[in-house]
Nanobody
Framework: QVQLVESGGGLVQPGGSLRLSCAAS????????MGWFRQAPGKEREFVAG????????SYADSVKGRFTISRDNAKNTVVLQMNRLKLDDAAVYYC????????????????WGQGTQVTVSA
């Protein structure tokens, strides 16, 4: 099993930046891909970004390309989502996720989920 714990959420003004971190524990060796989903009130969970074990492949939702960057440090078992130029539409609960499968934008294909961290974007 893999446990995921997010941190770094908070309140930010439009145009600002936030850095989300996710610490993984448990069975973290091997080809564990990691990523982030988000869910805003009244909306379905949506894929934000994903990264393979090696970090050699990343994937982003079109809505965040060019603004968000995902990275990982396997020595520290952490994955980071750097969010720049935040918009009102980016406000949501952000979930750290992990999977042994290839990267996917389908929520049901990710086995492990953190508890989520709130990101609020408001003027």
């Amino acid at each position: 099993q893999v446990q995921l714990v997010e941190s770094g959420g908070g309140l930010v003004q439009p145009g600002g930046s936030l850095r989300l971190s996710c610490a993984a524990s448990g069975r973290t060796y091997g080809n564990l891909a990691m990523g982030w989903f988000r869910q805003a009130p009244g909306k379905e969970r949506e894929f934000v970004a994903g990264i393979t074990w090696s970090g050699g492949t990343t994937s982003y939702a079109d809505s965040v390309k060019g603004r968000f960057t995902i990275s990982r440090d396997n020595a520290k078992n952490t994955v980071v989502l750097q969010m720049n130029r935040l918009k009102l539409d980016d406000a949501a609960v952000y979930y750290c996720v992990g999977t042994w499968r290839p990267l996917s934008q389908v929520a049901s294909l990710w086995e492990y989920w953190g508890q989520g961290t709130q990101v609020t974007v408001s003027a």
